[in-house]
């Protein structure tokens, strides 16, 4: 059973930075599109980011709010998915989850998700 864990959640200022991570050590994550979604409380589950497989295309995309602060990248011999935050706002509060597409895409049919990660952005 492919286990999505993340880490590097936590508390920053307005302004601020934080670097995600998820990995599934020999699971052969190249074969998979990688997505970081994030949910707030009272609020509908976003797609934030997606990498398309390292077999297809690699295509990356993200969501209007976070385009020129969010960089989405993988490290396929690590099995490993990274969400660099950068420029950190209030409205980014939320838990993110990481997740995987098998059919390789744009991380529209996920299979496989992490148990998620509080960021939290307060002063």
């Known amino acids: 059973q492919l286990q999505l864990v993340e880490s590097g959640g936590g508390l920053v200022q307005p302004g601020g930075s934080l670097r995600l991570s998820c990995g599934a050590p020999?699971?052969?994550?190249?074969?998979?599109?990688l997505g970081w979604f994030r949910q707030a409380p009272g609020k509908e589950r976003e797609k934030v980011s997606c990498i398309g497989s390292s077999i297809g295309d690699g295509r990356i995309s993200y969501v209007d709010s976070v385009k020129g602060r969010f960089t989405i990248s993988r490290d396929d011999a690590n099995d490993a998915v990274y969400l660099q935050m950068n420029s950190l706002k209030p409205e980014d509060t939320a838990v993110y989850y990481c997740?995987?597409?098998?059919?390789?895409?744009?991380?529209?049919?996920?299979?496989?998700w992490g148990l998620g990660t509080q960021v939290t952005v307060a002063s």
């Open positions: 020999g699971f052969n994550l190249g074969y998979y599109a």
């Open positions: 997740a995987a597409d098998p059919y390789g895409s744009s991380c529209s049919e996920i299979a496989f």
